[in-house]
């Protein structure tokens, strides 16, 4: 006998169901009574089968009701014939399948390009899935006989690449079935046990009576399961929600009718009585009442009498933030003030990516859930390392070791430093988890010195750099237990892959110590039991998938890359399984397969034109319009006509969609709210459900509610989210918010409320007045007291003078800009500079031996000087690079260019190089060399022409006064500011050269290498540009006020250290340097100075006319002044002690002003704008303008944008900045 209970989601099946259960037991003999629902099912079933028989008081009779799934019943049916295979979980699938791959990799056609790609085996195994499904086998799919029916049907002919793409997965099926011979795939199981039912060798189902319930579809291999039940069992009851014959809504139970249609039949034609029974079926839902009337009319073209339905409403927010919080305070609302359970509400979510967002939404509002979303293991920090250490073994890279180093999971030593690996991975030695801290170093370090992946495996040991130990500690610790698993793994097949992963992680990473400390909270140290929980469920989960591995891959010979692929695949196929954690929670699932008893409001979110109904499952390889075809062609193609229509068309997929929408909308039995967001979570545009447009045909006064215009008082329901709502509420004045500061503040969230208050102020004070606003930035005198230094460099101090802001980012925020160490153009310069001072540095103290230096000595000196700068500057990697070689050579002669013209220079005038690199940030005095000269300086010819050229020794050169020992005190220049304090100014100064009068004062001349040609400007100076070396000589000058013997400011000197150019073959040094390599800057004029100076240009000019004559050409007077006119600063930039005076104290007073401004909060973009002359390599000046905005990375964020600065050029030409 077979019956069949069907009616509409009004109607309660399951009741019926159980019902007829019940009746069974009016007698007191033994029943076998067998309920089968689908596997989501099962617990909330047996929950109601007992609830119900406890209340009939037949608690006693409950073990004779086994509810069971179609797969149980396999299990037990097969096992009762003495199966003994194993069941393949997914991971067995996924290691099978990749093995089926590999076998046919070579015999593929259509889909050779695509097996080796990541995420293809997870295709296969859905279209084997979706093939089993439909109930064919890969006994059914044979190439051969696809290929000759395929000849034979002409219509089947012209659609060649789908016969290639079915014959290739007929031959991976084939492969696959037979890798799973001693398994059993939960799939087949159902079918094999079908027909062990049909040849009478299962006893399971005597004297029972079976009910099947809950379910909304069946799969091939289930209906032919029900089928071959019909043919041995007496009594079957079926239960289904549906409307049979009912044609306005065909298309919403089509597809169930079509099933009963095809169980029905089938009873019938084997001689078994049917009864269709749709009467006397309790009702769910009260009758007149809105849900009812959706059940009872929804997907038709009927429209309900109930004109303004209260307890259905469409909500429209303006994204899913919004949607989830007007959720999230809906339900607080019922519960609080509708007397409504928390276990009593659903959340559905169209959209699996909604559980992470609910879920923080619930947590504001302080709701207790549980989250039946299933949640794979992939995204879990502890696969995430696992992949990141199968990654970093299959492919060595820097990126990939950094990516490891990120998973937070490596330690380092807790002390010392290793010196080896003899005891370094001993248990004993204890470990400490990387810090965030140590791996941006070691990020940073990578970053910075530019390595690649070759130098990761040997230490780190550069020159000259402190942060390499720090380094390579980290490196030791993480990199070199991977390389000797790299080495250890070479040739292993795949279970000895797996057994040293899982041992380098248990023992080596100490990945147990790991998980329990990443359990601890941060502020008090105890555990945290959810975290604890989730840790431990995904560590028995890849210890079991580990274990299979192993077992599956022995004697398999895969590469990394492949096994990277199954690792990831078998956790993209691994879900975690969670239970309820409390009694009393809302139940926050998806459309398809959520369903729970009791539920008397239902919230369904992400109600999108492309989210709802949901889609049909994939097709696996096969595209919609290939699946249909096959569907359509299976007779034609040589498979099974039995299996003809087994695979779902696309109009029934459609069907199934919208019946399992129909079943969402009719779950509660009270309260329906539709929302959907005008924005997804990525920003993109949506629109509403077409299934919304259905619920308003039935009821068309439905209320849509705009989320975003229902007030503070609804959403303000936990104490977080109403402190978020205040938060947003920052820039406006209202009532509401008035209120909920008054609310905030009884909850003793003032302190809360008066931070952002003071924010609100601030940012008001600042945009008061419309034309001051421009760049105007204000901090927290307490703020600006924390972020600024008393102490700072000389060039910091010069970028202070140009824009406030960009010194607050730079200095106060400390966003500083990531650099390489790589020898790039922005590093030649740093490489001459080095070679210069190297080369003074070694002859400052005997500068005789220095004028005795031949062009090729200077020439191999540089060579030196430039590899050594590589080595300690950057990664020294230049080994057989022909490019760095010739660059090299190049910068050489550049070197010695400027060495030439030094030489000339200290030839002709009584400044000598004292100290180099002077560091002025420590009190400290200095010894002064002895390198005066009292004997004839001679330069060697090849050096007193930049070419080889012939010409006479030069004359005598004018002597310095000889000094005896003298001290140079060195400390940082002092600015007192007005309230008593001081700022500190330091720094370290390229070169400092001085002279000796012969009244015993010295004079210091501050020396900046600069590779380009750079000139000073005293009215810039003024407004606080380019004063960096004036800073430097100010220092040096106060440090030595109270010496015995004075001494005095001599100038500034920016010296070029580019090429020369060499643009006449007979130029000689002395020419060069009155050209474009004299110093250009500043000197301090007073009797002795002007002495020193007219002697080295009379000295200059001199050699040159001698020069001239040599050739036979006389140096006209306009040439003569011209080159006069080059070598000696005049004007503005050779002020007297007096005029130098006034300028310290304009520049220190403008400094102290800018402190003051900074460290009193005010820091505004107003950069200061001006011009600069720059002599170029023909000699000839060049203006160019310059601003602190060019190429400055904060301009985005100063609200400035060039609107208002101060122009220098403006303010001395008497035009007004603003205008």
């Given at each position: 006998?077979?019956?069949?209970?069907?009616?509409?989601?009004?109607?309660?099946i399951?009741?019926?169901?159980?019902?007829?259960?019940?009746?069974?037991?009016?007698?007191?003999?033994?029943?076998?009574?067998?309920?089968?629902v689908?596997?989501?099912?099962?617990?909330?079933?047996?929950?109601?089968?007992?609830?119900?028989?406890?209340?009939?008081?037949?608690?006693?009779?409950l073990?004779?009701?086994?509810?069971?799934?179609?797969?149980?019943?396999?299990?037990?049916?097969?096992?009762?014939?003495?199966d003994?295979?194993?069941?393949?979980?997914?991971?067995?699938?996924n290691?099978?399948?990749?093995?089926?791959?590999?076998?046919?990799?070579?015999?593929?056609?259509?889909?050779?390009?695509?097996?080796?790609?990541?995420?293809?085996?997870?295709?296969?195994?859905?279209?084997?899935?979706?093939?089993?499904?439909?109930?064919?086998?890969?006994?059914?799919?044979?190439?051969?006989?696809?290929?000759?029916?395929?000849?034979?049907?002409?219509?089947?002919?012209?659609?060649?690449?789908?016969?290639?793409?079915?014959?290739?997965?007929?031959?991976?099926?084939?492969?696959?079935?037979?890798?799973?011979?001693?398994?059993?795939?939960?799939?087949?199981?159902?079918?094999?046990?079908?027909?062990?039912?049909?040849?009478?060798?299962?006893?399971?189902?005597?004297?029972?009576?079976?009910?099947?319930?809950?379910?909304?579809?069946?799969?091939?291999?289930?209906?032919?399961?029900?089928?071959?039940l019909?043919?041995?069992?007496?009594?079957?009851?079926?239960?289904?929600?549906?409307?049979?014959?009912?044609?306005?809504?065909?298309?919403?139970?089509?597809?169930?009718?079509?099933?009963?249609?095809?169980?029905?039949?089938?009873?019938?034609?084997?001689?078994?009585?049917?009864?269709?029974?749709?009467d006397n079926?309790p009702?769910?839902?009260?009758?007149?009442?809105?849900?009812?009337?959706?059940?009872?009319?929804?997907?038709?073209?009927?429209?309900s009498?109930?004109?303004?339905?209260?307890?259905?409403?469409?909500?429209?927010?303006?994204?899913?933030?919004?949607?989830i919080?007007?959720?999230?305070?809906?339900?607080?609302?019922?519960c609080?003030?509708?007397?409504?359970?928390?276990?009593?509400?659903?959340?559905?979510?169209?959209?699996?990516?909604?559980?992470?967002?609910?879920?923080?939404?619930l947590?504001?509002?302080?709701?207790?859930?549980?989250?039946?979303?299933?949640?794979?293991?992939?995204?879990?920090?502890?696969?995430?390392?696992?992949?990141?250490?199968?990654?970093?073994?299959?492919?060595?890279?820097?990126?990939?070791?950094?990516?490891?180093?990120?998973?937070?999971?490596?330690?380092?030593?807790?002390?010392?430093?290793?010196?080896?690996?003899?005891?370094?991975?001993?248990?004993?030695?204890?470990?400490?988890?990387?810090?965030?801290?140590?791996?941006?170093?070691?990020?940073?370090?990578i970053?910075?010195?530019?390595?690649?992946?070759?130098?990761?495996?040997?230490?780190?040991?550069?020159?000259?750099?402190?942060?390499?130990?720090?380094?390579?500690?980290?490196?030791?610790?993480?990199?070199?237990?991977?390389?000797?698993?790299?080495?250890?793994?070479?040739?292993?097949?795949?279970?000895?892959?797996?057994?040293?992963?899982?041992?380098?992680?248990?023992?080596?990473?100490?990945?147990?110590?790991?998980?329990?400390?990443?359990?601890?909270?941060?502020?008090?140290?105890?555990?945290?039991?959810?975290?604890?929980?989730?840790?431990?469920?995904?560590?028995?989960?890849?210890?079991?998938?580990?274990?299979?591995?192993?077992?599956?891959?022995?004697?398999?010979?895969?590469?990394?890359?492949?096994?990277?692929?199954?690792?990831?695949?078998?956790?993209?196929?691994?879900?975690?399984a969670?239970?309820?954690?409390?009694?009393?929670?809302?139940?926050?699932?998806d459309?398809?397969?959520?369903?729970?008893?009791?539920?008397?409001?239902?919230?369904?979110?992400?109600?999108?034109?492309?989210?709802?109904?949901?889609?049909?499952?994939g097709?696996?390889?096969?595209?919609?319009?290939?699946?249909?075809?096959?569907?359509?062609?299976?007779?034609?193609?040589?498979?099974?006509?039995?299996?003809s229509?087994?695979?779902?068309?696309?109009?029934?997929?459609?069907?199934?969609?919208?019946?399992?929408?129909?079943?969402?909308?009719?779950l509660?039995?009270?309260?329906?709210?539709?929302?959907?967001?005008?924005?997804?979570?990525k920003?993109?545009?949506?629109?509403?459900?077409?299934?919304?447009?259905?619920?308003?045909?039935?009821?068309?006064?439905?209320?849509?509610?705009?989320?975003?215009?229902?007030?503070?008082?609804?959403?303000?329901?936990?104490?977080?989210?109403?402190?978020?709502?205040?938060?947003a509420?920052?820039?406006?004045?209202?009532?509401?918010?008035?209120?909920?500061?008054?609310?905030?503040?009884k909850?003793?969230?003032?302190?809360?409320?008066?931070?952002?208050?003071?924010?609100?102020?601030?940012?008001?004070?600042?945009?008061?007045?419309?034309?001051?606003k421009?760049?105007?930035?204000?901090?927290?005198?307490?703020?600006?007291?924390?972020?600024?230094?008393?102490?700072?460099?000389?060039?910091?101090?010069?970028?202070?003078?140009?824009?406030?802001?960009?010194?607050f980012?730079?200095?106060g925020?400390?966003?500083?800009?990531?650099?390489?160490?790589?020898?790039?153009?922005?590093?030649?310069?740093?490489?001459?500079?080095?070679?210069?001072?190297?080369?003074?540095?070694?002859?400052?103290?005997?500068?005789?031996?220095?004028?005795?230096l031949?062009?090729?000595?200077?020439?191999?000196l540089?060579?030196?000087?430039?590899?050594?700068?590589?080595?300690?500057?950057?990664?020294?990697?230049?080994?057989?690079?022909?490019?760095?070689?010739f660059?090299?050579?190049?910068?050489?002669?550049?070197?010695?260019?400027?060495l030439?013209?030094?030489q000339?220079?200290?030839?002709?005038?009584?400044?000598?190089?004292?100290?180099?690199?002077?560091?002025?940030s420590?009190?400290?005095?200095?010894?002064?060399?002895?390198?005066?000269?009292?004997?004839?300086?001679?330069?060697?010819?090849?050096?007193?022409?930049?070419e080889?050229?012939?010409?006479?020794?030069?004359?005598?050169s004018?002597?310095?006064?000889?000094?005896?020992?003298?001290?140079?005190?060195?400390?940082?220049?002092?600015?007192?500011?007005?309230?008593?304090?001081?700022?500190?100014?330091?720094?370290?100064?390229?070169?400092?050269?001085?002279?000796?009068?012969?009244?015993?004062?010295?004079?210091?001349r501050?020396?900046?290498?600069?590779?380009?040609?750079?000139?000073?400007d005293?009215?810039?100076?003024?407004?606080?540009?380019?004063?960096?070396?004036?800073?430097?000589?100010?220092?040096?000058?106060?440090?030595?006020?109270?010496?015995?013997?004075?001494?005095?400011?001599?100038?500034?000197?920016?010296?070029?250290?580019?090429?020369?150019?060499?643009?006449?073959?007979?130029?000689?040094?002395?020419?060069?340097?009155?050209?474009?390599?004299?110093?250009?800057?500043?000197?301090?004029?007073?009797?002795?100075?002007?002495?020193?100076?007219?002697?080295?240009?009379?000295?200059?000019?001199?050699?040159i006319?001698?020069?001239?004559?040599?050739?036979?050409?006389?140096?006209?007077?306009?040439?003569?002044?011209?080159?006069?006119?080059?070598?000696?600063?005049?004007?503005?930039?050779?002020?007297?002690?007096?005029?130098?005076?006034?300028?310290?104290?304009?520049?220190?007073?403008?400094?102290?002003?800018n402190?003051?401004?900074?460290?009193?909060?005010?820091?505004?973009?107003?950069?200061?704008?001006?011009?600069?002359?720059?002599?170029?390599?023909?000699g000839?000046?060049?203006?160019?303008?310059?601003?602190?905005?060019?190429?400055?990375r904060f301009?985005?964020?100063?609200?400035?944008?060039?609107?208002?600065?101060?122009?220098?050029?403006?303010?001395?030409?008497?035009?007004?900045?603003?205008?």
């Amino acid at each position: 006998m077979i019956k069949v209970f069907a009616r509409g989601a009004e109607y309660d099946i399951s009741a019926a169901i159980r019902r007829e259960i019940i009746a069974l037991f009016s007698d007191i003999s033994a029943k076998n009574i067998i309920l089968i629902v689908p596997d989501q099912f099962e617990f909330e079933t047996e929950k109601a089968i007992y609830k119900e028989l406890n209340e009939k008081n037949l608690l006693l009779r409950l073990r004779e009701i086994h509810v069971e799934t179609f797969s149980s019943l396999s299990k037990k049916i097969l096992a009762e014939a003495f199966d003994k295979r194993i069941y393949a979980d997914e991971t067995i699938k996924n290691i099978l399948m990749h093995k089926a791959v590999r076998e046919q990799k070579n015999a593929l056609t259509s889909l050779s390009r695509q097996a080796d790609k990541s995420g293809f085996c997870k295709k296969m195994l859905a279209t084997v899935s979706m093939l089993k499904t439909a109930g064919l086998s890969a006994n059914t799919l044979d190439e051969n006989s696809i290929r000759k029916s395929a000849e034979k049907n002409e219509k089947i002919k012209n659609h060649l690449p789908i016969i290639e793409k079915l014959c290739d997965v007929s031959k991976i099926a084939a492969s696959y079935e037979s890798n799973m011979r001693k398994y059993l795939d939960k799939l087949d199981a159902i079918g094999e046990a079908a027909e062990i039912l049909s040849s009478n060798k299962s006893r399971f189902f005597e004297n029972a009576d079976i009910f099947v319930d809950c379910f909304n579809d069946f799969t091939g291999s289930q209906l032919y399961f029900l089928m071959k039940l019909t043919e041995i069992a007496e009594n079957i009851t079926l239960g289904f929600t549906v409307e049979l014959n009912e044609n306005s809504r065909e298309i919403l139970f089509s597809g169930l009718q079509s099933q009963i249609d095809k169980i029905v039949g089938y009873a019938n034609e084997i001689g078994e009585k049917t009864l269709i029974i749709e009467d006397n079926i309790p009702r769910r839902l009260p009758e007149k009442k809105p849900i009812s009337e959706l059940s009872e009319k929804i997907f038709g073209e009927k429209k309900s009498e109930i004109n303004t339905p209260e307890t259905i409403k469409i909500i429209r927010a303006a994204d899913v933030y919004e949607e989830i919080d007007y959720t999230a305070a809906k339900i607080k609302e019922l519960c609080v003030d509708g007397g409504l359970l928390y276990r009593e509400i659903a959340v559905l979510c169209a959209d699996s990516s909604y559980g992470k967002y609910i879920k923080n939404a619930l947590e504001k509002y302080e709701i207790p859930y549980f989250l039946d979303i299933p949640e794979q293991i992939l995204y879990q920090p502890l696969v995430n390392f696992f992949l990141a250490v199968i990654n970093v073994l299959r492919d060595f890279s820097v990126d990939n070791v950094l990516s490891l180093i990120k998973t937070n999971f490596m330690s380092k030593p807790k002390s010392g430093s290793p010196d080896g690996t003899e005891d370094f991975f001993s248990s004993d030695m204890k470990k400490c988890s990387l810090s965030k801290k140590d791996i941006d170093d070691f990020e940073n370090y990578i970053f910075e010195w530019n390595l690649q992946t070759k130098h990761l495996k040997k230490p780190f040991n550069y020159e000259n750099n402190p942060s390499a130990e720090r380094a390579e500690k980290i490196r030791f610790a993480v990199v070199e237990p991977i390389l000797i698993l790299r080495k250890k793994i070479k040739d292993k097949d795949g279970a000895e892959i797996t057994r040293l992963i899982y041992e380098y992680a248990a023992n080596d990473v100490g990945i147990e110590r790991v998980l329990y400390n990443r359990c601890l909270k941060r502020n008090s140290g105890e555990i945290d039991a959810e975290l604890l929980r989730v840790n431990q469920q995904v560590w028995d989960s890849l210890a079991k998938i580990f274990e299979t591995l192993e077992r599956e891959l022995k004697g398999e010979n895969i590469s990394l890359d492949e096994y990277y692929r199954i690792f990831s695949d078998i956790c993209a196929g691994t879900v975690l399984a969670k239970p309820p954690q409390f009694c009393d929670c809302v139940l926050v699932g998806d459309i398809d397969r959520t369903r729970a008893g009791g539920i008397r409001a239902a919230f369904i979110l992400g109600a999108s034109y492309e989210k709802f109904p949901t889609s049909a499952e994939g097709t696996g390889v096969f595209s919609e319009n290939e699946t249909e075809f096959l569907r359509e062609n299976i007779d034609g193609l040589g498979i099974s006509a039995l299996n003809s229509g087994a695979l779902k068309s696309v109009r029934e997929k459609y069907c199934l969609s919208i019946y399992r929408a129909y079943r969402a909308l009719t779950l509660p039995t009270e309260r329906l709210e539709i929302a959907y967001p005008n924005f997804d979570e990525k920003g993109n545009e949506t629109s509403r459900s077409q299934v919304i447009d259905d619920v308003l045909s039935v009821f068309p006064a439905v209320e849509i509610v705009n989320a975003s215009a229902l007030g503070e008082r609804f959403y303000c329901r936990s104490i977080r989210a109403a402190k978020q709502r205040y938060a947003a509420l920052l820039r406006v004045n209202t009532r509401e918010k008035a209120l909920l500061k008054s609310t905030l503040k009884k909850l003793d969230c003032g302190e809360f409320v008066d931070k952002l208050d003071e924010i609100r102020f601030l940012k008001s004070r600042k945009n008061a007045d419309i034309s001051d606003k421009i760049g105007v930035h204000v901090l927290k005198n307490k703020t600006a007291e924390q972020i600024f230094d008393r102490t700072l460099g000389a060039t910091s101090a010069e970028k202070l003078n140009l824009c406030k802001f960009k010194y607050f980012c730079e200095f106060g925020l400390k966003i500083r800009e990531k650099t390489r160490r790589i020898f790039n153009v922005g590093n030649r310069g740093n490489a001459v500079h080095y070679v210069l001072q190297k080369v003074l540095e070694k002859y400052c103290s005997n500068m005789s031996e220095f004028f005795k230096l031949s062009r090729s000595e200077f020439t191999s000196l540089a060579l030196y000087y430039i590899e050594e700068f590589c080595r300690i500057e950057t990664n020294g990697d230049f080994e057989g690079d022909k490019r760095a070689k010739f660059l090299f050579l190049n910068l050489a002669n550049a070197a010695t260019d400027v060495l030439i013209t030094l030489q000339a220079e200290f030839a002709a005038r009584d400044y000598r190089p004292k100290f180099f690199e002077l560091n002025i940030s420590n009190e400290g005095g200095m010894l002064v060399s002895e390198n005066v000269e009292n004997e004839q300086i001679v330069i060697p010819e090849a050096v007193l022409y930049t070419e080889k050229a012939s010409a006479k020794n030069p004359e005598n050169s004018p002597a310095s006064a000889v000094s005896g020992d003298e001290i140079l005190y060195v400390k940082p220049l002092e600015i007192r500011l007005d309230d008593g304090s001081e700022v500190k100014i330091t720094g370290r100064v390229d070169r400092v050269d001085m002279f000796f009068s012969d009244n015993q004062s010295s004079y210091i001349r501050v020396v900046d290498y600069k590779f380009n040609a750079k000139s000073f400007d005293v009215e810039n100076a003024k407004f606080g540009v380019n004063i960096q070396m004036l800073l430097y000589l100010f220092a040096l000058c106060d440090a030595n006020k109270n010496n015995k013997s004075p001494v005095l400011p001599g100038g500034i000197s920016y010296i070029p250290s580019a090429a020369s150019g060499a643009v006449e073959d007979k130029i000689s040094a002395f020419r060069l340097l009155a050209m474009n390599h004299h110093q250009n800057g500043l000197y301090v004029r007073d009797e002795n100075t002007d002495a020193e100076a007219e002697k080295y240009a009379d000295f200059l000019i001199n050699k040159i006319i001698s020069e001239e004559e040599n050739i036979n050409n006389q140096l006209d007077e306009k040439t003569k002044s011209s080159i006069m006119k080059s070598i000696l600063p005049d004007g503005e930039n050779a002020p007297n002690t007096e005029e130098f005076n006034l300028l310290r104290e304009q520049c220190i007073a403008l400094l102290r002003q800018n402190l003051e401004d900074i460290f009193s909060g005010n820091v505004c973009a107003l950069p200061v704008n001006y011009s600069e002359k720059n002599l170029g390599i023909d000699g000839k000046t060049q203006k160019k303008r310059k601003s602190p905005c060019d190429y400055c990375r904060f301009s985005l964020i100063c609200g400035n944008n060039g609107d208002k600065v101060i122009d220098i050029d403006n303010i001395l030409k008497g035009v007004n900045s603003d205008e």
